[in-house]
């Protein structure tokens, strides 16, 4: 049984996975700084500004799944600091302009396609929105035709977060266990989160 278990902590260790990670390079507006454009009749063209970083997935099983998730945040913080986003903002940009859109596009198609997975996070308004007199409920942002095997939108919108999951079936034939297992990470997580919480409030 041991030689098992470490048999596949050295096939996990092997195991060489990246995440392109999408950083929005330009400021939030807000709901109330939109609004008052609105009312002033004044149009700002935005258009995309967003920026690469290549994330190192470790797949290892810790023993506190907070540890997993502690260890991400650090290195993706060191990612949102660094120059690494705003370099390819930049050179993705100076691409387009030298070549054109067709090799800045095969350009980033070809770069995404050598990761695992593309993700990204969208901060959305903090109040509860409507259009045309509805309320959303949430909201889901994704896109088709990724080139990536599996693209993860995650947005936040009035206190609630919400994961949308886009799955390239002939690479992962099961999206329906990705599914599960996902939930079944994150009950690890809260769980632990839960526990360490009860620990320092005893404490």
């Not at 909201?139 to 977060?161: F, N, R, V």
């Not at 919400?162 to 690890?188: H, K, R, W």
């Amino acid at each position: 049984m041991t030689l098992e278990v470490e048999g596949k902590r050295k096939f996990w260790k092997r195991m060489r996975c990246r995440a392109a990670v999408t950083v929005n390079l330009r400021p939030t507006l807000g709901v109330q700084v939109v609004a008052e454009m609105i009312e002033k009749n004044t149009t700002v063209v935005q258009g995309n500004c967003f920026g690469l970083a290549i994330f190192p997935l470790n797949i290892t099983q810790l023993e506190n799944s907070l540890d997993y998730v502690h260890k991400a945040k650090r290195s993706m913080d060191r990612k949102k600091h660094s120059l690494e986003t705003r370099c390819t903002f930049n050179f993705i940009q100076l691409i387009f302009k030298l070549f054109g859109c067709r090799v800045a596009t095969t350009f980033v198609g070809r770069v995404l396609s050598q990761t695992t997975l593309l993700f990204s996070n969208v901060a959305g308004p903090l109040e509860q929105v409507s259009l045309a007199g509805h309320p959303l409920a949430f909201l889901a942002p994704t896109c088709y035709g990724q080139p990536t095997g599996l693209l993860i939108h995650a947005c936040s919108y009035a206190k609630q977060l919400t994961f949308a999951v886009a799955v390239d079936e002939g690479l992962i034939p099961d999206p329906n266990q990705l599914g599960d297992d996902f939930v079944d990470s994150f009950m690890l997580i809260k769980e632990a989160a839960l526990t360490k919480l009860r620990t320092n409030t005893d404490v």
